[in-house]
Antibody
Framework: QVQLQESGPGLVKPSQTLSLACTVSGGSINSGSYYWNWVRQPAGKEPEWIGRIYSRGPTNYNPSLKSRVTISLDTSKNQFSLELTSVTAADSAVYYC?????????????WGEGTTVTVSS | NFVLTQPHSVSESPGKTVTISCTRSSGSFAGYYVQWFQQRPGSSPTPVIYDDNQRPYGVPDRFSGSIDRSSNSASLTISGLKTEDEADYYCQCYDSTNVVFGGGTKLTVL
């Protein structure tokens, strides 16, 4: 089973771009065996799916965030990344990366421990 | 788009059985599987049910899931409650464009 670890700045200024990476161990990010997801959870609220990427297919985004989000793969580092532009305080949350098996793209079975991002000047 | 509605909180005594509901506001569960996640404070969500009623490896059979298509609702049932089951529980489903989580239910075992 893969293991996931998020990394990136814990503080981002309003209007700037939030950039996070998820390092995958125990499996190849390019194998086609997994979908790679980003999920966020504001304090005291439910998780919100941001989007997913698959090495052998299209990238899918939450329609409410689609205009500001880019998810990409870095096969040289066995990582996938999240970029969220024009952030506001409403984007403050714990950000998780999660994997889904290729036969069940909607089922996020392995999650990272999460990284807290605060948007503030 | 659709919303998944859960009760805000439920409570029950150790050893008893509790059921948490999840109602889909529009569209149908038909063709779209439901997942359930357990989240303890300070921890990541972990799946306890996938594909409506399947348990991931290591999840005890005290956890079960079901779908009632007549009411467009899903349920998570936990029997033989233990104090360690106290947590937030989220249902999750999807459609052709999005993945949606329910608002969560806080389970208190007292």
């Amino acid at each position: 089973q893969v293991q996931l670890q998020e990394s990136g700045p814990g503080l981002v200024k309003p209007s700037q771009t939030l950039s996070l990476a998820c390092t995958v161990s125990g499996g190849s990010i390019n194998s086609g065996s997994y979908y790679w997801n980003w999920v966020r959870q504001p304090a005291g609220k439910e998780p919100e799916w941001i989007g997913r990427i698959y090495s052998r297919g299209p990238t899918n985004y939450n329609p409410s965030l689609k205009s500001r989000v880019t998810i990409s793969l870095d096969t040289s580092k066995n990582q996938f990344s999240l970029e969220l532009t024009s952030v506001t305080a409403a984007d403050s949350a714990v950000y998780y990366c999660a994997s889904s098996p290729d036969y069940s793209y909607y089922y996020m079975d392995v999650w990272g421990e999460g990284t807290t991002v605060t948007v503030s000047s | 788009n659709f919303v998944l509605t859960q009760p805000h909180s439920v409570s029950e005594s150790p050893g008893k059985t509790v059921t948490i509901s999840c109602t889909r506001s529009s569209g149908s569960f038909a063709g779209y599987y439901v997942q359930w996640f357990q989240q303890r404070p300070g921890s990541s969500p972990t799946p306890v049910i996938y594909d409506d009623n399947q348990r991931p490896y290591g999840v005890p059979d005290r956890f079960s899931g079901s779908i009632d298509r007549s009411s467009n609702s899903a349920s998570l049932t936990i029997s033989g409650l233990k104090t360690e089951d106290e947590a937030d529980y989220y249902c999750q489903c999807y459609d052709s464009t999005n993945v949606v989580f329910g608002g969560g239910t806080k389970l208190t075992v007292l």
